[in-house]
Each structure stands twice: as C-alpha cells, then as structure tokens.
C-alpha cells in the first residue's frame, strides 16, 4: 500500500537469495498466504513499523512456523540503513544512492545494483547534505564508490558533493524517470539477455519484480502506461534482449506497452 520500505528492500532480498512479497497494513492477502505456503521459508523478515505492518500480519508470518525478524526504524531511511546492514553485514565497496521520496529511480536502479553486488540506499535527497546517522551509515561499510540515481531535483548538489569527499561518485539521470531507468541500466546492462518492465506511475508491480529481474540477472525499466519511453526502446532494441516481461495488467500497462510500443 505503501512504496517507501520496499524500495530498499529489493536488493536486500536479492542478495539473501529471497523472494519479496507485499501485503496489506491489516491483513495478509490469501494469494500471499498461499505463496508462503509454497515456499516454506526458515526465516520471514518483516519489513516496516506498526504504521505500515499491523500486528495482524506478523502473527500471519509466525503461525507459518518460521523464524520472523521485524526491520522496523522510524522512518523510510532508518529502515533502509538498517536493510543494506543486514544483506551486507561485513560491508560493501559500492552504493547506489536514490531518493526515497519518489519510488521510481530507486526502482529502476534495483537489478542494477545487484548485478555489481551493491546495495540500494535510499535517502532524503532534497536535504542540501547528509543527515549525520546516513553519513555515519555510509562510513560504516567501507564504500568508496557511489552512484547516484536521479538528477539534482532527486539527489542533491550538496549530497553529491559530500559523498565526493567519500570516494568516486557517477551519476545516472535524465531529463525524467524514464530517461534516468534507461540510464542507469545501459551502464550497467549495456547488452541484456532480458528485460522487465513495470509501471513509472504505479509502483506495486515493480517492487517484487525488481527482485525477479536480479534474480535473473536482467534490468527492469519503468515506463509509460501506454507505451514503452523512446530511450529504453531504443536499447531493448539494440541489445540481445530475447524476452522482456512485463509486470502487472492492462491497468497498469496497456496492450501497446505490453507489445513494446515505443514513444
């Protein structure tokens, strides 16, 4: 219902080998159940405070007979430290850097980090520099290589220019979020051997898609309801892409999208 705690917790998922799964604040959806029932997990970590994940849901989560751990900060960004510490406990050289304030980049950048073994930090980008527990986070891990996702509107000058004094830093945007998803996954995907494609304006489908697309080692892109952005078209078009998998219904991508309509 809500896309702040997943956005972080793509990647994270990927790297424990994990699937993830969305569910109401109040209830666990059947279709839910029943796929936990399938996979029968030892551990479920559960991600997000009461005001997202109700008490209901993790009684859900323990009746299945696994151990349940809860990553609960109190906020987005808490929870998104606290998620690159569990999937990288001993540290990681690279971080991808994403607003947490919109869902889109940090999205498209969910495979891409994975695939170069990084996580997805997301951050308040509007602030003009790091907030000290984010920066001490950072320090933490060791990172000396950080990519920015998203232009200064999403990731500030000042955030950049801190993360700078860190280590090596590049950037990956566009004129909009289309622009920037095409970005980020031709530098790190530049000859694909698939594709996921998942709604820009609606950020369900490519929450859990983020983690199967990392899984096979392919980008997801967003795009347009309708229509596939001309510049993720274009390097679909020019790579060895052999299927692209779209993500959600007709409500979210309509048919000319789903026949990669570009425009």
Do not use: M, W
Not at 166 to 183: C, I, K, M, P, Q
């Amino acid at each position: 219902e809500v896309f702040s705690d997943a956005l972080s917790a793509a990647t994270a998922a990927a790297r424990l080998d994990a699937p993830l799964l969305l569910t109401r604040r109040g209830s666990v959806p059947a279709s839910v159940l029943n796929e936990l029932e399938r996979l029968e997990p030892a551990r479920i970590v559960v991600v997000g405070g009461p005001a997202t994940i109700g008490q209901s849901v993790l009684d859900a989560a323990k009746k299945t007979g696994a151990e349940v751990s809860v990553i609960a900060g109190a906020t987005r960004y808490e929870n998104s430290r606290a998620l690159v510490q569990e999937a990288y406990p001993s540290g990681t050289s690279r971080i991808f850097i994403a607003t947490g304030v919109t869902f889109a980049d940090a999205l498209s950048a969910s495979s891409a980090a994975h695939a170069v073994d990084a996580p997805v930090l997301v951050i308040d980008g509007r602030a003009p520099a790091l907030d000290a527990a984010t920066r001490s986070a950072i320090v933490a891990t060791g990172a000396d290589a950080f990519t920015v996702v998203g232009g200064p509107n999403s990731v500030s000058p000042g955030i950049a220019a801190e993360l700078g004094r860190l280590g090596a830093v590049e950037r990956f945007s566009g004129a909009d979020r289309y622009e920037t998803s095409a970005a980020v996954n031709a530098a790190i995907f530049p000859e694909p051997t698939g594709a996921y494609v998942a709604s820009g304006t609606a950020f369900a489908d490519a929450l859990s898609g983020g983690v199967g697309a990392a899984a096979e080692g392919v980008p997801i892109y967003v795009a347009r309801p309708s229509c596939i952005p001309g510049p993720i078209a274009e390097h679909l078009a020019a790579s060895a892409a052999g299927e692209v998998t779209i993500l959600g219904g007709p409500a979210t991508l309509n048919a000319r999208a789903a026949l990669l309509a570009a425009c």
